[in-house]
């Protein structure tokens, strides 16, 4: 026997045994007060893989969800399941999609359902469902238990079947690893004289350059030295010839005193005579002599 449910009667009907518990979600309504409240089942919703599922939630007080923000979410993940507004269907979860569907006749009685098709394990947990309108924001919590009924059922002959795969899958990879180990081995050891030969024609060809650049080196510091000792022959003529210059300059400068002196001495000379000449002359024409 099926029973109707929510605000008003709707489409979809839950089964007599449990009707006892929602009818005391029921009672836990109060048509006095205008605050908005989400009212769930106070019982997990069951399934077994591969069924469809409802999850029931409505408003109380009753009112129309068409214009309202409805989301269903994942709890253990905090993903979008299902997210409503204003009468379209936005972002959800990768898994989800296609699967979920807000059941539209309801709405306009205040009943949020949300039907999921083809459940699996997965889908197992719970689900809050989020109301939010212009007077705040409130949540219910929907239990969903899905079963899978061979899960537990297994045969004997799958688990031989399922070691003996395994054994011979484990047997094929260790030999095939312990031959392909050989082959690098013996392909290792057949290229091993190769490379010690490749690697002495290298080393001697850089050890040949290396005595090229030694050789190189020593003939350029014997250069180098060799122009050393002319610079330092070059230097040391300089040397003598500024104190070869130097002497020559104090000679010159002693020189130069000695006809200073002289000139001095005649410049004294000539005044002498000078005044000699002019006293005779005073004297001739009647000048007084002193």
Known sequence: MWFVSGCKQSSFALPWRTLLAYLVALNLLC????????VALNFPVTATVGQDVVLHCHLSPCKDARSLDIRWIQHRSSGLVHHYQNGEDLEQMEEYKGRT?????GLSDGNLYLHITAVSSSDSGSYMCTVQDDGGYVEAMVNLQVSDPFSHIVHPWKVALAV??????????????LHRKQEIKDAVLEELPVILVKKIEEFEKENSQLKKQVAELVEQIEEFEKENSQLKKQVAE???????????????????MKMVLSAADLKKQ????????????????GFPTG
Do not use: C, W
């Not at 048509?31 to 989400?38: D, I, M, N, T, Y």
């Not at 569907?101 to 006749?105: I, K, M």
């Not at 002498?272 to 001739?284: A, H, I, T, V, Y």
């Open 31 to 38: 048509p006095g007060s205008a605050k908005l409240r989400v």
């Open 270 to 285: 000539v005044a002498e005579l000078e005044l000699g000449e002019s006293s005779p002359n005073q004297r001739n024409m």
């Open 238 to 256: 300089l040397v003598e010839q500024i104190e070869e210059f130097e002497k020559e300059n104090s000679q010159l400068k002693e020189h130069y």
């Open 101 to 105: 569907e807000l059941l539209r006749d």
């Open 164 to 177: 003996v795969l395994t054994l011979l899958f484990a047997s094929f990879v260790i030999i095939v690893f």
